[in-house]
């Protein structure tokens, strides 16, 4: 069989790896600490206390809207310019979304605080869970700010291809939080409530702190800038945001309403295994999101480079993935509801014995709730935002508020909890109706949604092992595509040069000869030039500097001829660490 270039997932595998693990220990930091401070919560006021961190959960997840809003939605918007090389306006964007965080930082403080007892109010309660209520919300806001902020350097680092640092982040900030928590409401100080809440506001406000520190510090692209605001560079972040946001509020109103029902139909004894239901949720939805989150700044930037072939390697590599993550922790909610009402306090038997339905339905639910959030990060990112916030509204309010109030009120508190299952199957089958509605409309695009009418006309995508065979067969079979491509002669010496040459000096300083890796290569013809991409996961090694620091060096002159010759002929030569890993560009 005649052997041919090929292209691999080997790339795609340890740039997704790298984002994925990052992202997965990111969200369940984030949760296991928003889970741990109920469990304190729990294990020092009791049931009155988990009653009253429910009631007060809609006001944290409106901070959280705003700064997902801001911060998420800034850097998926940015992610974009990365793949058009256009750095100037990522700076842009990064520079307005941290103003924009700023103004709604003094506006959201203030009116909190202005309006207190009407919040209380909206939000319910009586006696002592007012009471606690109360305190923890005053508190909260006062550390509001930092809550706002951390989302800049969570969401932006990853755009500088450091998911690491992002990662250390959420973990900083969340076992700070559960240290100082434990601390606050111990014997040692005996704050109560406010101290939770206080730990969470020191915890997030250093981390945000840290964060920007990291930013500034270790970036060169993310630095504030002078810039005149604009409407539509504004628009263009609350729009990429707007699905986090909408996640956030719904899931506001969602609390509220299950609280609500639960209140009118005189459950309130089951206010506390809500509670313990919510922490489990956002625990493995942080894992989803971790899987969903982890494409995000990797479609963007493909989406902006227009290969859409990386696009779908890497949603079917986080399909699988999150499948097998999913059915996981399902299983394990499932089958140990009674350890979970242990480590939660929850004593009351007839709430300890309803739990398991409630942990049950919970664990059905998240198998339709998996493919509906891959699908609503997956859509945001590719700028269909409207099909994005579908999906949430149908299975945050538009099917769930008739479910929870239908069955609620004719099967009790079961219905309440079957009717998470009942909002997340009927928005799955809904949304792949609409998708598949919208492709029966534009003949063109693919189940990604994705246009395909032009894809592949003058280009060629493949993968290269790091091996001096391998890459001088590269060389000599690339003419085949020069020439069906309408390349001149000329042009087509230099792609063959300029990847014999570049790829054997990449293999030299950049990867390990003793392991099998591979190099990924991309060719477009753009009118009458041709754009080389070259990208690999070894170590960062830019070319172009190696050969300005070397030029004069006899001992390295063999080294650096090869350099020096496509340097000689390309009309542009241009190393950019993308995902934190090596992307040269060469225009010949």
Known sequence: ?????????????????????????????ASMSGMIDTVIVGRFLGETGLAAMSLVSPVYLFYYTIGAVIGMGGSIAANLYIGKNDYETYRQVFTLSFFMTAAVCVLTTSLTLLFMDPLLNLLGGEGLIREYAADYLFWYVIGGSGTLFIYLPLNFLKSEGKPQESSRLFLLSGGLNVLLTFLFMS??????????????????????????????????????????????????ILVCGSPNGCNNLLNAWKILLMNGVLIQIGASLYLPV????????????????????????????????????????VCQRAMRTGSVLTMACSGLIALFPGMLCFLFNITEPSARQGSSMALWCLAVSFLFAFPNLMMSGYFNTIRRSMLSNLILSLRLFLYLAPAVLLLGRSVGVKGIWMSMIAAD???????????????????????????????????????????????????????????????????????????????????????????????????????????????????????????????DNEELADQVLGIKMIAGTAKSIEFRETFGMNNLMIQL
């Open 1 to 29: 069989m005649e052997r041919e270039l090929r292209r691999n997932n080997y790339f795609l595998k340890t740039v997704y790896g790298k984002y994925v693990v990052a992202s997965i220990l990111a969200m369940l930091a």
């Open 187 to 236: 014997p040692v100080c005996s704050m109560g409530m406010k101290g939770a809440s206080i730990a969470t506001g020191i915890s997030m406000s250093l981390t945000a702190v840290i964060g920007l520190f990291l930013l500034f510090r270790k970036s060169g692209n993310t630095r504030l800038v002078k810039m005149r605001p604009t409407a539509r560079m504004a628009g263009e």
């Open 274 to 313: 809500f509670s313990m239901v919510k922490s489990v949720s956002d625990l493995v939805t942080g894992v989803i999101v971790g899987v969903s989150s982890a494409l995000m700044p990797i479609v963007g930037v493909f989406l902006g480079e227009n290969d859409k072939g990386s696009i779908r390697r």
């Open 425 to 551: 199957a009927l928005t799955l089958g809904t949304i792949l109706l609409v998708v598949g509605g919208i492709r029966r409309s534009t003949s063109c695009l693919d189940r990604y949604l994705l246009d395909t009418s032009r894809e592949g006309e003058g280009e060629i995508s493949f993968s290269v092992r790091n091996t001096v065979d391998d890459i001088m067969f590269a060389s000599n079979k690339i003419t085949d595509f020069c020439e069906s491509s309408g390349i001149a002669v000329k042009k087509t010496m230099q792609v063959s040069l300029a990847i014999e040459e570049m790829l054997t000096v990449i293999i030299t300083y950049c990867m390990d000869n003793q392991k099998e890796q591979f190099i990924d290569i991309r060719i477009m013809k753009t009118g009458e030039d041709v754009l080389l991409r070259i990208r690999n996961a070894g170590k960062i090694f830019d070319p172009v500097r190696f050969y300005e620091e070397n030029r």
